[in-house]
Nanobody
Framework: QALLVESGGGLVQAGGSLRLSCAAS????????MAWYRQIPGKQRELVAT???????NYVDSVKGRFFISRDNAKNAVYLQMYSLKPEDTAVYYC??????????????WGQGTQVTVSS
């Protein structure tokens, strides 16, 4: 069973919306902060949004006011609601713990991610 499973991505026109989901197979209640990241091929993974256990959230400037992160500890899930999508939001989106990702066998663990493609 995968530790993190991201879903909800797809192809959307500029100005559209998507809601990403992340299902964790571990109890995230004890995880102080969870986050969404994104990565464009050939570029480093970028932190997009974080949410702490008290639901305090932070966002990279480029998505402020358009993306909203939430978590449901009872369901071990993290969500990213995205509005007013832009072509530059196109990337593979991942969720993980923050600031340090989950580790398995001494290596950082990343799920398969979910592709978001925004057409102009």
């Amino acid at each position: 069973q995968a530790l993190l499973v991201e879903s909800g991505g797809g192809l959307v026109q500029a100005g559209g919306s998507l809601r990403l989901s992340c299902a964790a197979s571990v109890n995230i209640f004890g995880i102080n902060a969870m986050a969404w990241y994104r990565q464009i091929p050939g570029k480093q993974r970028e932190l997009v949004a974080t949410i702490q256990s008290g639901d305090r959230s932070n966002y990279v400037d480029s998505v402020k006011g358009r993306f909203f992160i939430s978590r449901d500890n009872a369901k071990n899930a993290v969500y990213l609601q995205m509005y007013s999508l832009k072509p530059e939001d196109t990337a593979v989106y991942y969720c993980n713990a923050f600031p340090d990702p989950f580790r398995i066998n001494g290596r950082d663990y990343w799920g398969q991610g979910t592709q978001v493609t925004v057409s102009s």
